[in-house]
Structures are given as structure tokens and as C-alpha cells.
């Protein structure tokens, strides 16, 4: 455990969930497989869509719907039903298509478990001090077992916009009822989580499991309070 700050004493904590309690990128590359192969054998109207098209076809609607970057699960659906649009499906059909992919989509993204250590940290910390999950992604805590560690899950799209905005950070601290500062954010990235955090007014650690450098690294725009490379670490806050 790093500090570059003194905080003050821990009375709660706010949680990311995608690659700080798990690795979300296997989970996904997964899913985009799965997703494109369901596609192609449902749907062979877009067969001819490679990982690239899709990947544009997504950018090219969040240019047009900025609002989207904060909900993922919509963001998707929009995506897919232009897809299906521009192959000539009726607003209709392309609707249905594109709900019937996003539950494809949903399905595969939530299969996996969670690691036993990440469980069994926030099982000790929930002893102690209230715990509350903040996330930008889709995820599915009851289907993962993540929901009885949490009093509150805070989600981009239905709980605000998406982190480093203060929405969510703002709701966890009115629920958790203390002040800003005694709240302890953790979270792998280093604007969303971090300077999110930060400016909301909360203490803000850094999950850095992969030894990168805080410094050197070019999505910093400011440091956390503390850099931590085990979860195990934030047992000694308590």
C-alpha cells in the first residue's frame, strides 16, 4: 500500500466492479465473440459486419447520442438496431432484433465468477463499515453473487451519468449519510475512478494490480490518496 496523502479516518467505502473486484476483459472479449456468432447464424443479414464494422457502427452513434456513453446496455441496443436498420429491417423488426441480441449479449456478459478473494475482503470490510458499489458498466450483481455485499448499487444510466461525473458519487455519499471525506472510493481507472473520486470529495484509491506507474501514466489527472495492488491491502484501513 502507497500513500500520497494523508486521508481521513475510513468510515465507508464505494467500490468499482469491472477490473478492480474482477477481470472484466476476458469476460467481454468473450461476449463480443459469442454475440458476433449469434449474429451471423440469426441474423445473416449482418454476417458481413466484422469486429471493426461494429466497432465504428458503435462510435459513429455515440457522435450522434453523447448521452449513450452512460448507459452501456442502450448504447448496444441502438447500435444493433441501426445495424439491423441499415440491412433493411422495418423499425419494427429491428427493434425486436436488436432487444433479442442485447439479451444474447447480457446473458454472456454476466457468466462468471467472481474470485474468492475479492469476496472474502468485502465480506471483512462489510463487518466493519458500509460498502457501496459505483459502476459505469451492466453488470448483473445477483446473477454474479455480488448484491449481498453492497447496501446500495449505484449504476451509470439509471443512477446519473456515468463516472468521473459526480452523480453517483454524489447519490452513494447522501445514502451513506457521512461526510465526502470519509468515504474511500476504490476503482482501477485512473479518471473515472480516481478523479472521479476526487472530485466529488471523496478519498480515492488506486487498484493498480497491473505495476503500472502513476506517473508516467497519460490518463492520470490527479494522484489518489492511495495506490494499492491487493485488495487484501484495504484490511488494513479498518
Not at 432484433?97 to 442485447?102: C, G, L, R, T
Not at 490518463?219 to 491491502?233: H, M
Amino acid at each position: 500500500m502507497k500513500f500520497y496523502r494523508r486521508i481521513a479516518p475510513v468510515k465507508a467505502m464505494t467500490f468499482d466492479l469491472d477490473d478492480t473486484l474482477y477481470d472484466n476483459y476476458p469476460v467481454i472479449v468473450r461476449m463480443e465473440r459469442e454475440l458476433l456468432s449469434w449474429l451471423k447464424h440469426h441474423h445473416p443479414a449482418v454476417a458481413h459486419m466484422d469486429k471493426t464494422d461494429w466497432f465504428a457502427l458503435k462510435q459513429r452513434v455515440v457522435q450522434q447520442q453523447p448521452e449513450l456513453k452512460s448507459d452501456v446496455t442502450l448504447w448496444r441496443l441502438v447500435q444493433l438496431k441501426q445495424a439491423f436498420s441499415q440491412v433493411g429491417y422495418d423499425n419494427e423488426a429491428a427493434h425486436t432484433a436488436a432487444q433479442a441480441a442485447v439479451e444474447v449479449a447480457l446473458d454472456w456478459r454476466n457468466r462468471f465468477e467472481v474470485p474468492q478473494q475479492s469476496l472474502d475482503v468485502l465480506a471483512e470490510l462489510g463487518q466493519e463499515i458500509p460498502l457501496v458499489a459505483i459502476t459505469n458498466g451492466n453488470v448483473d450483481l445477483d446473477r454474479i453473487g455480488l448484491t449481498p455485499y453492497f447496501q446500495q448499487v449505484l449504476k451509470a444510466g439509471p443512477d446519473g451519468s456515468a463516472k468521473p461525473a459526480p452523480d453517483m458519487f454524489t447519490k452513494a455519499q447522501q445514502f451513506l449519510d457521512l461526510p465526502s471525506e470519509h468515504i474511500l472510493h476504490v476503482g482501477d481507472h485512473l479518471v473515472t475512478d480516481v478523479q472521479g473520486a476526487k472530485i466529488a470529495g471523496f478519498a480515492a484509491c488506486w487498484f493498480n494490480d497491473m505495476n503500472k506507474n502513476v506517473i508516467t501514466q497519460a490518463k492520470t489527472r490527479t494522484l489518489p490518496d492511495i495506490e494499492i495492488n491487493n485488495l487484501q491491502s484495504l484490511l488494513a484501513l479498518l
